[in-house]
């Protein structure tokens, strides 16, 4: 998770622990307190959570050299961020073992019906 996700949860948190903006129920107790605002904050969580991690994309920093640790394609420079090694890694050539088109310089990962394995191969689309 990056800094400024991890902020962004901390203000979350911040602002609805009960009785720093609301407390509800008004007169509930404590426990009834505590798991409304609990469930506020899962749903609110939930709604806001693709919008702020999409606007916080802008701080993230200059694409990540093969080699180094990513969870996304869109963090390595090479645009392939492997699932086996968690690295980024180049984009693989025709004829190799993929996983999914966006592992391939082609962009397409299909099954090679003679071998029953995932290969990149060369794109349909001329």
């Given at each position: 998770?990056?800094?400024p996700m991890s902020l962004y949860l901390?203000?979350?948190?911040?602002?609805?622990?009960?009785?720093?903006?609301?407390?509800?129920?008004?007169?509930?107790?404590?426990?009834?307190?505590?798991?409304?605002?609990?469930?506020?904050?899962?749903?609110?969580?939930?709604?806001?959570?693709?919008?702020?991690?999409?606007?916080?994309?802008?701080?993230?920093?200059?694409?990540?050299?093969?080699?180094?640790?990513?969870?996304?394609?869109?963090?390595?420079?090479?645009?392939?961020?492997?699932?086996?090694?968690?690295?980024?890694?180049?984009?693989?050539?025709?004829?190799?073992?993929?996983?999914?088109?966006?592992?391939?310089?082609?962009?397409?990962?299909?099954?090679?019906?003679?071998?029953?394995?995932?290969?990149?191969?060369?794109?349909?689309?001329?």
């Open positions: 998770m990056s800094i901390v203000a979350l948190f911040f602002v609805l622990t009960p009785g720093v903006l609301v407390s509800l129920p008004p007169k509930g107790s404590k426990l009834v307190v505590a798991v409304t605002h609990a469930v506020v904050f899962a749903v609110v969580y939930q709604l806001t959570n693709g919008i702020v991690s999409q606007a916080l994309e802008g701080f993230a920093t200059s694409p990540l050299p093969n080699g180094s640790a990513c969870t996304k394609g869109n963090q390595c420079k090479s645009g392939r961020c492997s699932w086996s090694t968690t690295k980024c890694e180049n984009k693989l050539p025709n004829g190799a073992t993929c996983d999914n088109p966006g592992d391939c310089i082609s962009m397409s990962c299909i099954i090679n019906p003679s071998t029953r394995v995932r290969q990149c191969m060369p794109s349909m689309m001329t």
